[in-house]
């Protein structure tokens, strides 16, 4: 007997009857319940209104100032979160659309209404804006089995249904009028509803703005629309240049050639200037990094003895420009300030390209999820890509994802590449960090920086207690502080050749569970304190005493008020370089600079 032969699997499938396949559809269709797609949006809106609101229904169940003992007011909420999503499901009911466009929707609906209540996200448009950037090992790193689960409870079965549960009724002329005519009814209703409720919605409204937010999936919708749509039917901005009138300052020793009228800053210092050496100045852009979670700030915790005791210099009480990256990166090198910044009706370049256009070598060194635009104008690189493979098995997960010291390990090459005639004149060299980044905290930091345990390792993070996930948060923060003071101690390897500093600002804060609120990216006028209050650290090097900057006069004003605004005209202040849109109110170290003239120079009149 052949052996072979027998295990040998069959070429082919055996047939099945034509009768046999044809029973089985028939059998399948008997079980489809028949349905006109207006009684079907409206089941969907059913499902949503009531299931997918969870977080509304219990947000208002917590409120104080919310008295409704009859259930009235929330009957009318109902009606109009349902008259508005009744007419969404109607907008998607065409034939060729009805299926995707609805299980997209509920898709989309189950995943809101999971990070809303899990990590007490609110999806406005700045949140779309920063899913849309996110890279591939941030936006794994929010997935997870319960996660899925979720998903495919609350979207999945739907979705399943529609597909194989339902047989769709083709409607006649005059049913397509109906539904036509429904479409128009839950549009009036919606409107009446508003105005007739206008009196008892608008203070709720107004004391809770963060309730807009959690209608699911309106809110969604909506802000994907002015993210994703508005662009198009708005035209884009114009592009209008500040590099005009950008030069070095008298410290350079070098005439400039005209390129507009500029200021001058009141430390560019003629006398002597020759002698200086050529600046090295790093700045750090943090990541998701608290200030009330900074030891040199008064935390209970010591989270910064490397930074304190290479004697650096932190602003305890600064503000940021937005509360997610996307918001916040822009801004801080933007000349214009948070205000007009996000009313501006043309688009600019940045600091770097400032520094850039000046003469100053510049570089972008990035292990995140990019540079927002602040680079594009400038030579930049990301670490993994330019990683050696003993670099990347030291400093990086298998999906790319990278500690920050990968940087370190990278800060010669990135000296190397600007052009040495640019190097002779001073070079900026931009870091930024993963620093914090959430949630999965626990990937943020070394063994030696673990100091506080136990650790929150999951990147569900309200599944840790508060504890846990504040010690894995702060020894983010500790790897921030190790990260930071190897960087100036790799600068002072560099003071025989450059005059050196640092500066570290952070983009934005974080929530760490207070009142049930995760990570961050809030509207800003309704997020916490927290995601807003963020680090600055300068070392001053010997860099500032090229500008003439007091030491002890910086450290004497720790506890003044700052914000983003003041990040462009500080730097541009810090490196003597002149420009038109500097402005002195906005330096942080201005006033250190103008006592130290006071003091040692009385005769040098103030340029501004």
Known sequence: MNTLAILQPPTSLPEVPAGLLARAAAHARRYRMSLAPRWGAALLTLW?????????????????????????????????????????????????????????????????????????ILLDSGMVRNVLQTNTSEALALLGPRMLLHILVFGGLPSLWLWFGVAWRR???????????????SFALLAAG??????????????????????????????????????????????VS???????????????????????????MAAGSSAHKPPLLVLVVGETARGDHFGMNGYARDTTPQLQARNAISWS???????????????????????????????????????????????WLDNQSGCKGVCDRIPHATAYDQA???????????????????????????????????????????????????????????AQAKHFRPECTTQVTSDCSQQDLINVYDNSIAETDLFVAKTI???????????????????????????????????????????????????????????R???????????????????????LGLLDVRSPTYRSALDAYAPCRQQALVSRAPNVPDAL
Request: charged content about 15%.
């Open 317 to 363: 009480n600064v503000r940021s420009c937005g509360t997610n990256t996307a918001a916040s990166v822009p801004c801080m090198f933007s000349h214009l300030g948070k205000k007009d910044f996000e009313a501006r009706k043309a688009n600019h370049e940045t600091l770097l390209d400032v520094l850039q256009a000046a003469g100053l070598g510049v570089s």
């Open 549 to 571: 900057t007091n030491e002890a006069c910086l450290r004497a004003g720790k506890a003044q008020p700052l914000t983003h605004d003041f990040y462009y005209h500080t730097v």
């Open 171 to 185: 409607d006649s002329l005059w049913r397509g009028w109906r539904s036509l005519l429904l479409v128009l009814a």
């Open 242 to 268: 500040i590099l005009g009138g950008a030069g070095l300052g008298a410290s350079y020793g070098i005439a400039q050639s005209g390129g507009g009228p500029a200021r001058s800053l009141p430390v560019s």
């Open 48 to 120: 949503c209104t009531l299931l997918l609101n969870a977080p509304l229904w219990s947000k208002l169940a917590q409120l104080p100032d919310f008295v409704d003992p009859w259930f009235w007011k929330r009957a009318a909420i109902v009606g109009l979160i349902a008259c508005a999503t009744y007419w969404w499901f109607m907008l998607l009911s065409w034939p060729g659309l009805r299926r995707l466009g609805w299980s997209l929707t509920l898709l989309t609906a189950a995943g809101m209404e999971y990070y809303i209540q899990h990590y007490g």
């Open 194 to 239: 508003v105005a007739g409720m206008y009196r008892q919605l608008a203070p709720l409204l107004r004391n809770h703005m963060e309730l807009r937010y959690l209608i699911n999936p309106t809110s969604g919708i909506v802000a994907l629309a002015d993210v994703t749509l508005k662009p198009l039917l708005i035209p884009a901005r114009p592009f």
């Open 388 to 446: 050696t493979a003993t670099q990347r098995a030291k400093w990086c997960e298998a999906d790319g994802e990278c500690l920050d010291q990968l940087m370190l390990d990278q800060l010669d090459l990135s000296l190397a590449k600007i052009p040495a005639q640019k190097r002779a004149v001073g070079t900026v060299l931009a870091l930024h960090q993963m620093g914090s980044h959430g949630p999965a905290y626990f990937r943020r930091s070394t």
């Open 489 to 547: 101690d790799w600068l002072k390897t560099k003071a025989a050749d450059y005059e050196v500093a640092l500066v570290y600002l952070s983009d934005h804060g974080e929530s760490l569970g207070e009142n049930g609120i995760y990570l961050h990216g809030l509207p800003y006028a309704i997020a916490p304190d927290s995601q807003k209050h963020v680090a600055w650290i300068t070392w001053p090097g010997t860099l500032a005493a090229r500008t």
